[in-house]
């Protein structure tokens, strides 16, 4: 019995020894200590050796288990460790190599000079109001204090949906929109797109204007002046002039188209501002009661000023670009330079 013991341990102890996995020591853990084991055997036999000898043969028996016990454990580890090391460098995170740049779009530049005038006029107190592009006849005219088959209609190259619907083609459209639906005082914003029958260099059919307007009593000529200086001198800096030229516009009077001092040549004369100095880049002028009238306000308590600005012209110039079809055509070649 114990030569039977000491060359289980001898086997089981080469076995180990020559393991090269995990698997194996569990195949060899059942061979020897497993329910049908040969150690465990052995343990089974006890009953048949005598009496007085079984306690030191049942030690025997108990240090030849733990011996195999320990040397599979210790075996166990070493492969244990090296399976985690292993795993561990297969999933090693390289720092250095270069990363996937996703391309960030950004806004149009149109979109960004909107949103950039609405936030001059957000902290002056105005509130931005929207209107129809497919609009009323009524809105983008009659009420504005053009006639019916008046010339001053063709002003504007209108896109006529029906004889009483076209595409708006100014945000004036706004202004007796919201007058119906508020009381003075207003002070109010309007973004948006308008339509004009039109294309060439500094034309296209469909653009963006801002229109602003306030109405109070009290309004005078100079705040319209002092808030268009203001916007301008944000826009464009502090150096850029403004003139105010004699105008016509049915729904304003007096009305004043305003130009400032060429942001290109500072008012020396270039190709951009034709050699004048200046460019036109309003429309403006006291709201006309005729248009107060319309909406229902008293014109002889009320005043208030209006004015429009094209968006792409203020692009056109702060960016330095010289062709309004540019901003529609969204070649990437084009917009991924703002
Ligand atoms: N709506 C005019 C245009 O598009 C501009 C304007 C707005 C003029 C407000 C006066 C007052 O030409």
Not at 178 to 196: D, F, H, Q, T, W
């Amino acid at each position: 019995m114990l030569n039977d013991i000491e060359s289980i341990k001898n086997l089981a102890q080469d076995e180990i020894a020559r393991a090269g996995s995990l698997k194996d020591i569990n195949d060899i853990k059942a061979k020897y200590l497993g329910r049908k084991g040969l150690l465990t055997g052995k343990f089974h036999s006890l009953g048949s050796v005598p009496r007085e000898d079984r306690p030191r043969i049942g030690r025997i028996l108990n240090e030849a288990r733990n011996f195999i016990e320990s040397l599979l454990r210790k075996q166990e580890d070493i492969f244990r460790a090296s399976e985690l090391d292993r795993s561990l460098r297969s999933r090693q995170i390289d720092v250095t190599v270069p990363g996937c740049f996703i391309p960030a779009g950004h806004l149009h530049p149109v979109t960004r000079v909107l949103d950039e005038i609405s936030a001059i006029f957000v902290s002056l107190g105005f509130t931005i109001e929207e209107g129809p592009e497919v609009e009323l006849d009524y809105y983008n005219f009659e009420a504005l204090n053009f006639p019916r088959d008046h010339p001053a209609r063709d002003m504007q190259d209108t896109f006529f949906i029906s004889d009483d619907v076209v595409l708006r083609t100014h945000t004036s459209s706004v202004q007796v929109r919201v007058m119906e639906k508020n009381s003075p005082p207003l002070r109010v914003i309007a973004p948006g797109k308008v339509y004009r029958c039109d294309a060439d260099v500094s034309h296209i059919p469909m653009f963006h204007q801002l229109e602003g307007f306030m109405v109070d009593r009290h309004i005078r000529f100079s705040d319209l002046k002092g808030v268009l200086e203001l916007l301008i001198h944000r826009v464009f800096g502090r150096d850029t002039s403004l003139r105010f030229r004699p105008s016509f516009f049915p729904f304003t009077e007096p009305s004043a188209e305003i130009d400032i001092s060429c942001v290109m040549c500072n008012g020396a004369g270039c190709h951009v501002c034709g050699g004048t100095g200046w460019i036109e880049i309003l429309g403006a002028g006291m709201i006309n009661p005729r248009v107060y009238e319309k909406a229902g306000y008293d014109p002889e308590r009320y005043t208030g000023f209006a004015f429009g600005l094209g968006i792409e012209r203020v692009a056109m110039l702060k960016y330095g670009i010289d062709d309004i079809r540019l901003f529609p055509e969204n070649d990437k070649r084009f917009l991924e330079q703002f």
